[in-house]
């Protein structure tokens, strides 16, 4: 067995361990989860630091386990939340949980049983409330329930008991595993380690047994700022709500300061590989190997090489020397299909003013905005900066008579397209 508690370490993967857990993880072959929250039918970049934990759980020689919360769904995780979540409804949870099996049968092997999926709605459909009370819920108090942070930090503003109830359903996931899959071992973000330290407890009371927890920290920038999120919003792993394209943008304009810690935590690279990354980096950050590197990796893995292979044709477009008319050719149409496209009828352009179409296709989020940009020469219209923001469409080039490229700063490109 490799030693997993290493291995997360160095990668930056640990924020609190529970004592005895390095003793758990060299007894032999243990199984050990992670819960996903299906309130959409994607899992964004954020879900990856989870996800990576059961990946290396896996490479250790372990089993992991993803639990998609089919029922806890049903009800809103308040951790980190400070206001109550949209409920969703059946049909809604049971799509976003099969879109997410897919997602994770791609960094986890489940062949010959090797990992598992389990929905937590299989073990609650059938269980009365009252029942549920009665078993499972004279177990904690509710001054421990209140003590933990999830709660404590609802308490001023509010939390209604369906969302106050979710560290006991989520505990009792964590005892039916240990149950029926010997599961001894629950791991997430640091948010999660009063939910998951609740399910130790219950196992402890319910059950005579003992389990663990392991989290990892909440990933933020640089800056401070909540990672995962670019100014359209989250970036999807699927590809239908981020391109590909836009997805490997968003890894290979990581900060310098940023990078170095993004690697080791989403890729699978060793260790004296990043080192060696890092030492070329500094001698040429104008590179940005690291970036590359990183975007790459991450990528290739969430899209496969077809999606690699259309996020770096799109980035030769857009970001290569040439200008927009050079670039014309067999291969042009191919870009427009990856690139984030606005598209409207030719009648829509009639008497539109280039302002109003940059508002319309979300390339501004206001007036001010577009204006402030234009005035600094960061806006630029098939590669050359407009005249006014007040031009008419109909005086611009369209590139073969349908599509203007517009680039707003350095590195956001989007299309404008006339059907």
Not at 42 to 63: C, D, E, I, T
Request: charged share 25%; proline share 3%; with cysteine.
């Amino acid at each position: 067995m490799a030693d997993l508690l290493k291995e997360l370490t160095w990668r930056g993967l640990i924020h609190d361990v529970m004592p005895g857990t390095e003793t758990l993880l060299k007894e032999g072959q243990i199984a050990g989860y992670v819960g996903f929250d299906p309130t959409a039918d994607s899992l964004h970049v954020g879900n990856m630091v989870p996800m990576m934990l059961l990946v290396h759980l896996q490479r250790a020689g372990h089993k992991p386990i993803a639990l998609v919360g089919g029922a806890t769904g049903m009800v809103g995780d308040p951790s980190g939340k400070s206001d109550e979540r949209k409920l969703l409804d059946s049909d809604t949870l049971n799509h976003n949980v099969a879109c997410i099996k897919k997602q994770l049968e791609k960094f986890l092997d489940f062949e010959s049983g090797k990992a598992e999926i389990v929905n937590n709605y299989d073990w609650f459909k059938e269980y009365k409330f009252l029942d549920f009370l009665r078993d499972v819920g004279k177990h904690l108090t509710v001054n421990y329930m209140l003590a933990k942070d999830s709660v404590k930090n609802r308490i001023e503003t509010g939390i209604s008991f369906t969302e106050f109830s979710y560290q006991l359903i989520q505990g009792y996931d964590y005892l039916h595993l240990y149950r029926h899959h010997g599961c001894k071992l629950q791991m997430g973000g640091s948010d999660q380690w009063g939910n998951i330290t609740s399910g130790t407890e219950l196992i402890r009371r319910m059950d005579g047994g003992e389990a663990f927890a392991l989290t990892a920290p909440l990933l933020t920038k640089s800056d401070g700022t909540k990672f995962g999120k670019s100014e359209g919003g989250n970036i999807w792993l699927d590809p239908k709500k981020t391109s590909p394209y836009a997805f490997y943008q968003f890894w290979i304009n990581a900060s310098d300061e940023d990078v170095s810690k993004l690697i080791r935590i989403f890729t699978l690279l060793d260790e004296p590989t990043i080192l060696d990354l890092e030492s070329r980096h500094s001698e040429n950050p104008a590179s940005r190997l690291i970036q590359r590197t990183l975007a790459h990796e991450i990528t290739l893995k969430v899209h496969g090489e077809t999606g690699l292979k259309d996020a770096l044709l799109a980035t030769s477009f857009f970001f290569g020397e040439k200008n927009a008319e050079s670039l014309l050719g067999e291969w042009f149409n191919e870009v427009m299909r990856i690139a984030p496209t606005f598209s409207k009828e030719k009648e829509y352009f009639d008497d539109k003013e280039l302002l109003d179409i940059l508002i319309d296709a979300g390339v501004f989020p206001s007036k001010s905005e577009a204006r402030r940009m234009f005035q600094s020469g960061g806006l630029k219209i098939n590669y050359e900066k407009p005249n006014a923001l007040e031009t008419k469409l109909e005086d611009l080039i369209f590139l073969e008579n349908h599509y203007l490229i517009v680039q707003k700063g350095k590195k956001n490109f989007h299309i404008i397209r006339k059907i």
